[in-house]
Structures are given as structure tokens and as C-alpha cells.
């Protein structure tokens, strides 16, 4: 099995910053990448930022250039930093991985999620 887990959401000002963590654990052989995803009441699920084992980036529209995604390899972790926050950045935020476990499965796990609030 495969677990992933989310910390560092909150409240914050418009204008303010956080930064969130993501770890994943269990049976883990590879990961192939890591990403954010965020859901705002009403509205789908979307990609955030993503990132893979190589290194390469992805970004959505309307967070380019505020939000950054690292990943640290060795200890299968990501972290979102989080700058120049806007209200319509409000939304429960979730970390997801893709990869191989050590039985040779694919798996496609998420994090329960993190509120990130920003208030105007």
C-alpha cells in the first residue's frame, strides 16, 4: 500500500504565502511524479502543479509565476510553496503520486486533502 499525506494548510491574507508538504510512503519502488491539485466548492477538481522524477514542471494558468513545486527524491516528498495568494486561490488542496511499488503494481494514490483559505 501506498499512503500520502498533506500538511501546512490555513488561513492567510491576500497577499500572503504558504507552503505545503506532501509526503508518500508504504511499498514505493519508483515515483514517476507528484503533483497539487485543488478543488474549490462547486467547481472540479484541477491540477495545480506537477512535477516529475526528472525534474520537469507543470503549471496551471492562473498560478504561474506565484507557485512553486519541489520535490525531494530520496525521501519521496513534494512541497508547494505558495505566494501572492488571492481569495480565488481558496480550495482544499490535494497531493497525489504515481509510481511502481516494490511488488511491480502501478499505483495512483491520494492525500486526504488541506484547506488552504485566503481571505480578502
Known amino acids: 500500500q501506498v499512503q500520502v499525506v498533506e500538511s501546512g494548510g490555513g488561513l492567510v491574507q491576500a497577499g500572503g504565502s504558504l507552503r505545503l508538504s506532501c509526503a508518500a510512503s508504504g511499498i514505493i519502488a519508483t515515483i514517476n511524479g507528484m503533483g497539487w491539485y485543488r478543488q474549490a466548492p462547486g467547481k472540479q477538481r484541477e491540477l495545480v502543479a506537477s512535477?516529475?522524477?526528472?525534474?520537469?514542471?507543470r503549471y496551471s494558468d492562473s498560478v504561474k509565476g506565484r507557485y512553486t513545486i519541489s520535490r525531494a527524491n530520496a525521501k519521496n516528498t513534494v512541497s508547494l510553496q505558495m505566494n501572492s495568494l488571492r481569495p480565488e486561490d481558496t480550495a482544499v488542496y490535494y497531493c497525489n503520486a504515481v509510481g511502481t511499488t516494490v511488488t511491480m503494481r502501478t499505483f495512483d494514490s491520494w492525500g486526504q486533502g488541506t484547506q488552504v483559505t485566503v481571505s480578502s
Open positions: 512535477i516529475t522524477s526528472g525534474g520537469s514542471t
